[in-house]
C-alpha cells in the first residue's frame, strides 16, 4: 500500500509580496468584463441552413474561382429565379408554342 504523501506549500518570499513594478491584479485594473457571444443579428435577411446535393463537376467549378463559392451558387440560383427558368415555366412554353 502506498504512503499518503503531504506536499509542503511553497515559501512565500518577502520580495513577491512587495515588488512595486508587479502589483496584484485588481477589478478596478481588469475593468468590466466583457460578453461576446456569436455574431449577433444579421443586417441583412437572414438565409436558412439547408443541405442540397450538387454534381462534383458544378462544386468544382465554382470553388476553383476562389473564395465565396457558396455566394456566387445563391447569385446564380437567384439569377435563375429572377428570371423564371424552370423546368416546369420551359416545358409549358414548349408544349404551348407547339
Known amino acids: 500500500m502506498k504512503r499518503a504523501i503531504t506536499l509542503r506549500s511553497p515559501k ?28 449577433g443579428p444579421q443586417k441583412s435577411p437572414t438565409k436558412v441552413l439547408t443541405t442540397i446535393r450538387l454534381d462534383s463537376d458544378v462544386l468544382a467549378f465554382f470553388r476553383a474561382q476562389g473564395r465565396g463559392y457558396q455566394t456566387r451558387i445563391n447569385e446564380a440560383l437567384r439569377d435563375v429565379k429572377e428570371r423564371g427558368l424552370t423546368s416546369r415555366s420551359t416545358r409549358t412554353r414548349l408544349r404551348r408554342a407547339g
Open 12 to 39: 512565500t518570499s518577502s520580495a513577491r509580496a512587495k515588488d512595486p513594478d508587479n502589483p496584484p491584479w485588481s477589478e478596478k485594473m481588469l475593468g468590466p468584463p466583457i460578453l461576446r457571444r456569436g455574431r
